[in-house]
């Protein structure tokens, strides 16, 4: 099977990240340092020398990348200063945009201005659909159900909750394709799929491999964060009828104290992001790509308008709820239409499925080692 070079493949990745491994002279020291690499996968010097050469094939079917966290001790003692962390985060950036079939991560990642007026075109669109067709304006009083009918907006949840599954599902089946058909020589028979088919909801949960890391704080950081995002997600896409309602419950009803955490939890993750990004203090955030800054800015306006509609109800304030609640709505889809299947987002499906189809790959490559070893011969 003949192998593909491509001499603009540098360049090409270079538009997703500070990648600067033209100064690495693969001596080895970022595998040995990484708590992460593996005789199997022996990131992030295999990368970086698939890089350089511009086998942009191999790359593609490569699943490593996903494996590591951005702990950043490789960069930190890398003799050349090639920045290997920031190498495998600008890998992990052009993946999305290979595995996007719609093309439109490649926009985003590669630039300012699709990214941004995307999203300033679809809020656009959601204050023109609330300004065209929202209920009846009660003035005497706060009714968000009357203005925004309950039923009709949790219709409009279904359809976004299936618009994302059906793109990122189609993604992962394309990094399927990639990285199982296209770069696995082993067979690898159904049952083994569904038998390491717990890694998936496990280490998209967990994020197991990323505590394993010298600092845990960046992991307690992003499953604290995590943890506020899947909450507030699944209140709006099983339980908003009983979350967007008129009644005012009590401060001990857990309705309110769930909406808390998960407010908390995202204000304090994204707030974290940002801070450490402005900062700049830790090798995560020494670099910030566009992508990095849109998506936690984006989750804490739609947190603090959320903040804003809940403050305005309680206190009574009918148009002043009403306002409020169209903007919340206006920055909370783009984020999810957009950035879930297309940006940054899109990692916390990505890195799972790369978990498990590395566990796959392996044991079906361990089982047929095994298989073809000659069967001792007894006297």
Same mark, same amino acid.
């Given at each position: ?44 010097? *295999? *990368? ?13 079917? *490569? ?23 920031? #190498? ?30 995307? %999203? ?5 669109? %959601?204050?023109? /659909?609330? #300004? ?12 968000? *159900?009357?203005? #925004?009918?309950?039923? /009709? ?124 990004? %402005? ?17 936690? %800015? ?71 080692? #095994? ?9």
């Amino acid at each position: 099977m003949s192998t593909r070079v491509d001499p603009n493949l540098l360049s090409e990745i270079k538009e997703y990240g500070d990648v600067n491994v033209e100064a690495c002279f693969n001596c080895g020291n970022c595998t040995a340092i990484c708590p992460l690499a593996t005789d199997e996968t022996p990131f992030p010097r *295999n *990368n970086i020398r698939l890089l350089q050469i511009g086998l942009e094939d191999r790359l593609r079917q *490569n699943v490593d990348p996903w494996l590591c966290y951005y702990c950043g001790d490789c960069s930190e003692t890398c003799p050349r200063g090639a920045e290997p962390a920031e #190498a495998q985060m600008a890998l992990r950036r052009w993946l999305t945009a290979q595995y996007d079939w719609t093309g439109l991560a490649q926009k985003f990642y590669t630039s300012i201005v699709w990214e941004v007026g995307s %999203i300033l075109l679809l809020s656009i669109f %959601i204050i023109l /659909i609330f #300004a065209l067709f929202h209920g009846p304006i009660v003035t005497d009083q706060v009714e968000l *159900n009357t203005f #925004a009918p309950v039923h /009709i907006i949790h219709i409009g949840d279904w359809m976004m909750a299936g618009f994302l599954l059906f793109f990122l599902l189609s993604n992962v089946l394309r990094m399927y394709t990639f990285t199982m058909r296209q770069g696995t020589k082993a067979k690898i028979p159904l049952s083994l799929y569904l038998a390491e088919a717990w890694n998936i909801p496990y280490q998209f949960v967990t994020q197991k491999r990323w505590s394993t890391c010298d600092d845990e704080r960046p992991w307690i950081d992003h499953m604290i964060l995590v943890s506020g995002y899947v909450l507030m997600l699944i209140i709006i896409v099983f339980f908003l009828r009983w979350f967007q309602t008129d009644n005012i419950y009590p401060w001990y009803h857990p309705q309110r104290w769930l909406g808390y955490y998960a407010t908390i939890a995202l204000l304090y993750g994204a707030g974290r992001a940002i801070w450490g990004r %402005i900062r700049k203090n830790n090798q995560m955030h020494r670099f910030s790509h566009p992508s990095d800054w849109i998506f936690p %800015i984006l989750l804490i306006l739609v947190t603090l308008s959320g903040i804003l509609v809940h403050s305005f109800r309680y206190i009574g304030w009918p148009l002043a709820t009403y306002y409020t609640y169209v903007i919340h709505l206006s920055m909370l889809v783009p984020m999810l239409i957009l950035e879930v299947p297309f940006g940054k987002w899109s990692h916390l499906a990505y890195r799972p499925v790369a978990i498990y189809f590395q566990e796959v790959r392996q044991k079906a490559i361990a089982r047929q080692a #095994a298989e073809a070893e000659p069967s001792p011969i007894v006297v």
